[in-house]
């Protein structure tokens, strides 16, 4: 076998030409041309479609492709036109019932065809570039149907009209609608929107104008975006049934356009009812709507967030600015933070917590807190009522919050500077009187200011924390020395380093012989174990107990400031003694000693003081008695003293300038770190840099920067350029 050659086989053509019967084509054709005709008439389920296909194959194969071609073209069209004059001839509501049927019919017909001239389909169509039999019959369906003058005109009034019918309420077929819609997408994009979305979208357009200037007029706001939100909606929910998905962007632009975005600021002004009402009645529901509605159209958001800006800022500076509220500064902050939460829930609750509406709530806010000079006080004022008192009974977590709070305002001041100030004055008061409600909250607040600030803001409060702690050591030590003091007077002494705590000027006060000694014995064992110190006596801020024996031998325990006891203490020698011999005999200030002598005498429940004449103020010819009558359910009587809560003028001058002085080796510091770093720059980029690293802690005023930059050339720490006298070199 495998020597045998390999032989090549060849198949031939008949030698002689394959003849055709010439009629062949016109009898094969016939026989085609009847099948369309029993097809479009029902009559299919008689036809072999093996045979009819095998017809259609033949022809093409025999290049009489052409024929088959333009006689499926002809037949078709004769058979669409008889359609067409059915659906003009339809009346009233079955006018589209018609047309859909003749669609379906027609759709299942040309499935039919198609599978007939598949072979026709395949190799004559794509050769000779003609339109395929499926694309043929909608292409011929939309020219002889579709297109016909008495089709087109009336299918698409009749679609308007239906839209219209819905819209107003009445209930439409929406399957048959959904099927004519479906028609129009099926013969191809341009055909739906030429035939019917253009017109759709003008209709809807002027309809939506007619209907939001009726709706504008007779509604509040409110009414009015419940309406715009519910067409909204009406539109999406009607091209979900029955309109090609791409008409949404298209229609809810139209409505968006129509009822939002041509009324916005009407809406937005609107009296009694627009968008300041809605702030300040809390109407989360329709500011939400309004947040969604707005959003949707250009500018939109921008308008609200301008409107609600302007708002806060107005309603802000009003708060601050009020006489009344600055006489109770714990209520001003009260009223900052309820404004603040006020703000946060509407932005989280309405406005989906964006971001740009959360930015337009902080500047506002910086904006008018930093109007009023005394907020970094008040701020410090209010810490220091909660850190007193307000916070007893409060959870750890309730206090969190609160601090929390505190620390969102604080971080608003631009003179944080000026806040520690008043801060460290009041917490040395708190820890000094024990009175601070919890170590721990104190602590918490400064790690805060700390991770807010740094170190260098918090390094001074830490350190009275430490002296405290210290003290307690110190008075041990002292008791342990003095073993034969435990019998008389009890003195508790808190050593406070200069630097941490906030100066006070010494004031020498006459204290009573008893304890004067106490302290002359305190200060030879306190010096006698320090070297290098100095004591100075602060009798302004001490209290004392005091066992006091009334008329008619009702005895307490009076807790009282040190100035309160150095009065009292007259009295065990005097039955009377006048404001002048008072003064005189203690030298307390006389701005603290009227203090001192309203809460001795003209505190009603603690007026272990009687005072004559009777009368709310203290003046210089006022007498004083002690209260025979005095009486009080509680053993110990706690007499607080009548705080100036706020500073008065003068001391809120001297603070300032305090602050003042404090600002200056910061800003020189900061120049020179600067002008280390770049060698040389000119005035206006050197302003611009120090007030940026600053500001964390205070806003720089540009004169006080010039001037401490004149005093650093002064002292050759920078120089002037020769040829320009803006400019400044650093000097190593």
Same mark, same amino acid.
């Given at each position: ?272 009812? &627009? !968008?300041?009402?809605?702030?300040? #009645? @809390?109407?989360?529901?329709? %500011?939400?709507?309004?947040?969604? /509605? +707005? *959003? ?93 008192? &307000? !916070?007893?009974?409060?959870?750890? #977590? @309730?206090?969190?919050?609160? %601090?929390?709070?505190?620390?969102? /305002? +604080? *971080? ?321």
């Amino acid at each position: 076998m495998s020597n045998q050659k390999k032989r090549n086989f060849q198949i031939e053509a008949f030698k002689h030409r394959v003849v055709m019967d010439p009629k062949y084509a016109d009898k094969t054709w016939k026989i085609l041309e009847h099948a369309i005709h029993e097809i479009y008439n029902h009559n299919a389920s008689g036809l072999s479609f093996e045979e009819l296909y095998r017809n259609a194959y033949n022809m093409v194969l025999h290049k009489f492709g052409d024929k088959l071609y333009s006689g499926l073209v002809a037949t078709m069209t004769g058979h669409l036109k008889d359609i067409a004059q059915s659906v003009e001839a339809a009346q009233g509501g079955s006018f589209l019932e018609e047309l859909n049927r003749k669609w379906n019919d027609h759709n299942k017909a040309l499935q039919m065809i198609r599978d007939i001239l598949m072979y026709m389909d395949r190799t004559y169509i794509p050769s000779t570039q003609k339109t395929p039999v499926h694309e043929l019959g909608l292409n011929l369906w939309k020219e002889n149907v579709i297109y016909s003058s008495q089709i087109r005109t009336r299918l698409l009034n009749t679609l308007l009209e239906l839209v219209h019918s819905e819209r107003t309420a009445e209930v439409i077929d929406r399957g048959i609608m959904r099927n004519i819609t479906k028609m129009l997408m099926d013969l191809g994009p341009s055909v739906y929107g030429q035939e019917f979305e253009t017109h759709f979208l003008q209709v809807s357009a002027e309809f939506y104008r007619v209907e939001s200037q009726k709706f504008i007029e007779c509604c509040d706001c409110g009414d009015y975006l419940k309406k715009a939100e519910r067409r909204l909606n009406e539109e999406m929910e009607r091209v979900s049934h029955y309109l090609d998905s791409r008409t949404e962007k298209k229609i809810t632009n139209v409505v968006e356009k129509e009822m939002i975005e041509n009324h916005m600021l009407r809406l937005i002004h609107m009296e009694n009812s &627009g !968008l300041v009402h809605m702030l300040c #009645d @809390d109407k989360y529901e329709d %500011l939400s709507r309004m947040y969604n /509605l +707005f *959003r949707r159209v250009t500018d939109g958001l921008s308008k609200v967030r301008e409107v609600m800006t302007s708002h806060m800022r107005e309603s802000g500076k009003q708060l601050v600015t009020d006489p009344e509220r600055l006489k109770d500064p714990v209520e001003y902050v009260q009223r900052l933070l309820d404004e603040k939460d006020k703000y946060d829930k509407i932005i989280n609750l309405a406005f989906n917590n964006d971001k740009s509406f959360q930015n337009a709530l902080n500047s506002s806010f910086e904006y008018f807190i930093n109007l009023n000079a005394r907020s970094p006080e008040f701020i410090s004022l209010f810490v220091d009522d909660k850190l007193r008192k &307000g !916070l007893k009974g409060v959870s750890e #977590d @309730d206090v969190e919050v609160t %601090l929390d709070k505190v620390m969102m /305002l +604080f *971080r608003y001041l631009q003179e944080k500077d000026v806040f520690e100030k008043y801060y460290k004055q009041h917490l040395a008061k708190r820890l000094l009187s024990g009175k601070t409600v919890s170590d721990d909250a104190e602590r918490s607040l400064i790690v805060k200011l700390k991770t807010e600030c740094g170190y260098q803001f918090t390094s001074k409060l830490e350190g009275m924390f430490t002296d405290m702690k210290t003290s307690q050591d110190t008075m041990q030590g002292f008791y342990g020395c003095h073993p034969e003091l435990s019998d008389g007077p009890t003195l508790t002494v808190q050593v406070l380093t200069t630097g941490s705590w906030p100066t006070q000027s010494s004031v020498t006060c006459n204290l009573p012989a008893e304890m004067s000694a106490l302290c002359e014995k305190f200060r030879s064992y306190y010096l006698g174990t320090h070297t290098g110190r100095r004591l100075s006596w602060q009798t302004n801020m001490g209290t004392a107990d005091l066992k006091a024996t009334f008329g008619k031998g009702q005895k307490h325990e009076l807790n009282v400031s040190t100035y309160q006891m150095c009065v009292l203490m007259l009295f065990n020698n005097a039955d009377r003694l006048s404001y002048k011999e008072i003064e005189q005999a203690t030298e307390i200030p006389a701005s603290d000693l009227k203090r001192c002598l309203q809460s001795l005498a003209l505190v009603k429940g603690r007026n272990v003081l009687r005072k004559e004449p009777m009368g709310k103020e203290i003046v210089e010819d006022d007498a004083f008695f002690v209260n025979d009558k005095f009486s009080s359910k509680l053993y110990k009587v706690k007499i607080g003293t009548v705080v100036a809560q706020k500073e008065s003028e003068p001391e809120k001058q001297e603070t300032r300038q305090r602050v003042e002085e404090d600002r200056k080796p910061q800003i020189e510091a900061a120049i020179v770190r600067i002008m280390k770093s770049r060698k040389q720059l000119d005035h206006n980029n050197l302003i611009a840099e120090v007030t940026k690293q600053l500001q964390s802690r205070f806003l720089a005023n540009p004169t006080e920067v010039k001037k401490r930059i004149e005093s650093l050339i002064e002292r050759d720490f920078l120089e002037r350029d020769d040829s320009d006298r803006r400019l400044y070199r650093y000097l190593a």
